[in-house]
C-alpha cells in the first residue's frame, strides 16, 4: 500500500542532544513537508522540500534541519537550537510544485524532551 | 492577513445531531479551502475541499458552506455519529499546497 511512514513513533531526549526524526514515501510524489503540531495552534509549516536536493524553509524553521538526498526520503533533524521541541511532528507529502490539491500525511512522531 | 481563524476549539454534539465548524479568512487571494480531519495518534486526511467558484459542495453527511463575500467558510456534519469524534482543520491556500494555512483545529465529541 502507498504512504508515508514515519518512524519513530515515540521519542524521548535529553536536553542539548540533536535528534533525526525519519520520513519514507512511496507515493512518488516530489514535494515533501514537515509540520509541527501543538495544542490549539494547529498544524505550522517547518520545512518543505519540492524536488531533490532543494528545500526551503517554512514559518517555523529555527533549530530545525533537513537534508532531501532521494525523492522518497525528508528526514528532519531536531537540534539542540530548537528552544521547545516537545511536539508531535507529521511529515506530508504532495503532488509537486503548484499543487494546491491533497496534502498525505504520516503518522506522526512525538518528540518529548526529558 | 495569512491567518485562518477556527471556531469553536471545541464542541459536543448529540449522536444524531448537526455539528458546525466555521473559518474566517483575510487573504482574498486564497483559492483553495480543504478541511482535514484527525483522529488521536494519527496524521490529519483530508476530508472534503471547495474552491471559491461554488457556494457549496457535499459528500455523504459532510458539506462546506463557502461565503466569498464575507470571507468565512463552514463545515456541517449532518446525522453526526460517534465515530466522527476527531479533531477538525481548515485550511487555505493559494498557489502550491506549500502555502497551505491550517486553522487552530475543533476537538469534535459526538456522544452516543
Known amino acids: 500500500d502507498g504512504g508515508i511512514t514515519q518512524s519513530p513513533k515515540y521519542l524521548f531526549r535529553k536536553e542539548g542532544q540533536n535528534v533525526t526524526l525519519s520520513c519514507e514515501q512511496n507515493?512518488?510524489?516530489?514535494?515533501m513537508y514537515w509540520y509541527r503540531q501543538d495544542p490549539g495552534q494547529g498544524l505550522r509549516l517547518i520545512y518543505y522540500?519540492?524536488?531533490?536536493?532543494?528545500?526551503q524553509k517554512g514559518d517555523i524553521a529555527e533549530g530545525y534541519s533537513v537534508s532531501r538526498e532521494k525523492k522518497e526520503s525528508f528526514p528532519l533533524t531536531v537540534t539542540s537550537a530548537q528552544k521547545n521541541p516537545t511536539a508531535f511532528y507529521l511529515c506530508?507529502?504532495?503532488?509537486?510544485?503548484?499543487?494546491?490539491?491533497?496534502?498525505?500525511f504520516g503518522e506522526g512522531s512525538r518528540l518529548t524532551v526529558l | 492577513q495569512q491567518q485562518v481563524k477556527q471556531s469553536p476549539q471545541s464542541l459536543i454534539v448529540q449522536k444524531g445531531g448537526i455539528s458546525i465548524i466555521n473559518c474566517a479568512y483575510e487573504?482574498?487571494?486564497?483559492?483553495?479551502f480543504p478541511w482535514y480531519q484527525q483522529f488521536p495518534g494519527k496524521g490529519p486526511a483530508l476530508l472534503i475541499a471547495i474552491r471559491p467558484d461554488v457556494s457549496e459542495k457535499k459528500e455523504g453527511r459532510f458539506t462546506i458552506s463557502f461565503n466569498k463575500s464575507a470571507k468565512q467558510f463552514s463545515l456541517h456534519i449532518m446525522d453526526s455519529q460517534p465515530g466522527d469524534s476527531a479533531t477538525y482543520f481548515c485550511?487555505?491556500?493559494?498557489?502550491?499546497?506549500?502555502?497551505?494555512?491550517f486553522g487552530q483545529g475543533t476537538r469534535l465529541t459526538i456522544n452516543p
Open positions: 487573504n482574498t487571494a486564497f483559492d483553495y
Open positions: 506530508a507529502s504532495s503532488m509537486g510544485r503548484g499543487y494546491t490539491g491533497e496534502l498525505f
Open positions: 485550511a487555505a491556500s493559494m498557489g502550491g499546497a506549500q502555502k497551505l494555512v
Open positions: 507515493l512518488n510524489h516530489d514535494a
Open positions: 522540500s519540492q524536488i531533490v536536493n532543494d528545500f
